[in-house]
């Protein structure tokens, strides 16, 4: 299938870049100093989302603590030398810069802070090519909220009906919905059932191909 978009948004964990294993073991790392125990879908509920909003649903398990306090102390995690390391997604740097190339305008809207994902497009070498970034500081509602994706079809001065959207979480995926564009998902994180409301879903980037158009292909469902 063939889509035109005027514009192309990305997700960034999970999307691409990666990151995954790593921000899974910060997290688990901050419920093991609580004595918090955790599970896989514990975990998988912070997957796309703003960490304030995530703890904020789970903060009755951290009696006497606050958000700011547990988010930071899970952020000091970062920089430890046994977390996973991060790398690109398959296929993504080269769909960002084959995009790019075609003159297709680029934004990523991330759950991410600014420093944070400023430093991941920084080391996938792409962060030149973005339009816009739009990050967890620069909205008041995080995903599933469709703000982030229509923050940055205001920026880009297109409507958001005319774009295609990636993600790999299905917060995102909702958000992507929720604001009007045509959503691809990518199974890098989640299972193809969890990410069924999407409206076509690849195994990894290198899946999408970039025709004269511009236009992007997409395996059949």
């Not at 430890?80 to 740097?93: E, F, T």
């Not at 190339?101 to 802070?113: D, I, K, N, R, Y």
Request: net charge negative; glycine share 8%; hydrophobic share 50%.
């Amino acid at each position: 299938m063939e889509l035109t978009p005027a514009a192309v948004v990305f997700d960034l964990d999970g999307t691409l870049i990666d990151t995954e294993p790593r921000n899974r073991m910060m997290w688990a790392r901050l419920f093991a100093a609580h004595g918090v125990p955790c599970d896989d879908a514990l975990l998988s509920s912070f997957t796309g989302r703003r960490g304030r909003e995530a703890l904020a649903d789970t903060l009755h398990l951290f009696p006497g603590r606050t958000v700011e306090e547990l988010f930071h102390q899970a952020v000091s995690y970062e920089n430890d030398p046994d977390l996973p390391a991060v790398r690109p997604v398959h296929g993504s740097v080269p769909l960002v810069r084959a995009l790019h190339e075609a003159g297709t305008p680029l934004a990523v809207v991330t759950s991410g802070v600014r420093p944070y994902a400023e430093g991941l497009l920084a080391t996938l070498g792409v962060a030149d090519l973005m339009k816009v970034v739009v990050t967890a500081d620069d909205v008041l509602v995080g995903k599933p909220d469709p703000e982030g994706f229509l923050a940055a079809a205001a920026r880009l001065g297109l409507p958001a009906a005319d774009m295609v959207a990636f993600e790999d979480a299905p917060a995102g995926v909702a958000a992507v919905k929720a604001a009007g564009m045509t959503c691809i998902a990518v199974t890098t994180t989640q299972s193809r059932r969890a990410l069924a409301a999407a409206d076509h879903v690849v195994a990894d980037l290198s899946e999408v191909d970039v025709l004269p158009g511009p236009a992007l292909r997409v395996p059949a469902a």
